[in-house]
């Protein structure tokens, strides 16, 4: 879809649209502001980058990659607009040295995400989703019992759970954890006394052998790449709880994987796998105890709508030359 103009307009190049409205269920005419030359594309190849973003003056994005080969190759570009919270996608450093702003939309996903985790939870104790299963495959009808207890299931009152990484999703996952009369640990660099006073700050190793669920919510850095590997669950309880809906690329899939298999891990739960859309052959899509979802946590229509509106308001402060929200480089 094209915003008639004329040609000394600047461009506004949407490269990955569907990451957003790919349903049909959110409107995208926030970013038809007048005065500009909007475009938009489903998707974009690698390849296909440069010749779709020659002529631009912004790009919005969300998961194209832009190397400093590839920027160097857009010199009309001023501003790109991440559609998400994470930036790994695009060298900052490049584009600083182009004097290309880079903004990402914080914070927009810190409910849905933290609502997905304790769906995960849920689901782990009340096994809502087994039961549901097999009651369709006529289990309940050929029971003699009025109740099938076939697999115990468990309450969140009084257990452990610790959030890796207390940012904005960490935090309000404590808040949705509180009522449940859980016990809320923290591993962060935070002191305790930068915490809300019912969580406490724990040990990443304390929390893999003590807790009955960690939830890996810190961004993904050389420090944390990785860190969750045989090595640390080694020392794991066995029983133990894993969520991540941080990044796939934080814990090592085939470690992973093979605590699963030899029952040294309880269950897996994740949002995120290091290749997306993953290849037939991860090891995690056909472990025992392992539950992928396709990377969905984030993106209720509410969310979305956030990173939209957020989209807008630096476009429009950028077109009005005012001051940009989020610049991360």
Not at 107 to 116: D, K, S
Not at 193 to 217: D, M, Q, R
Not at 273 to 283: I, W
Request: hydrophobic share 40%; proline share 6%.
């Amino acid at each position: 879809m094209t915003t008639p103009s004329t040609p000394t307009q600047p461009l506004v190049v949407f490269l990955d649209s569907d990451v957003l409205s790919g349903h049909g269920d959110l409107d995208l005419s926030p970013l038809h502001i007048n005065g500009v030359r909007f475009k938009q594309y489903p998707r974009t190849a690698s390849e296909d980058i440069v010749e779709r973003a020659a002529q631009a003056e912004v790009i919005v994005t969300n998961k194209c990659q832009f190397t400093a080969e590839i920027l160097a190759r857009l010199p009309r570009l001023r501003l790109i607009l991440e559609a998400a919270t994470g930036y790994d996608n695009i060298d900052i450093t490049a584009a600083r040295q182009q004097h290309i702003d880079v903004c990402n939309v914080a914070g927009y996903a810190r409910m849905p995400v933290a609502q997905t985790i304790v769906a995960y939870l849920l689901d782990h104790c009340n096994r809502v989703a087994h039961y549901a299963h097999e009651s369709r495959q006529g289990a309940w009808t050929q029971c003699k019992d009025f109740c099938r207890l076939a697999h115990p299931t468990l309450e969140l009152h009084h257990k452990r759970v610790a959030i890796v990484g207390f940012g904005s999703i960490g935090a309000t996952l404590a808040e949705m954890l509180r009522p449940f009369g859980t016990e809320v640990f923290a591993v962060t660099s935070k002191k305790q006394t930068e915490l809300p006073t019912y969580v406490k700050k724990i040990s990443l190793e304390k929390a893999f052998a003590t807790c009955f669920a960690v939830s890996l919510n810190c961004p993904l850095t050389p420090s944390t790449r990785e860190f969750v590997n045989k090595s640390l669950l080694a020392h794991a309880h066995p029983d133990l709880l894993l969520i991540n809906t941080a990044r796939g690329a934080v814990v090592n899939e085939y470690d992973v994987a093979q605590a699963l298999y030899e029952d040294r891990l309880g269950a897996y739960y994740a949002d995120v796998l290091c290749q997306e859309p993953p290849k037939e052959n991860n090891p995690l899509l056909s472990a025992p105890r392992c539950h992928i979802t396709p990377h969905v946590a984030w993106a209720t229509i509410e969310a979305r709508n956030r990173i939209l509106q957020a989209l807008a308001q630096n476009l429009q402060a950028f077109l009005q030359g005012k001051p940009l929200n989020n610049i991360v480089n």
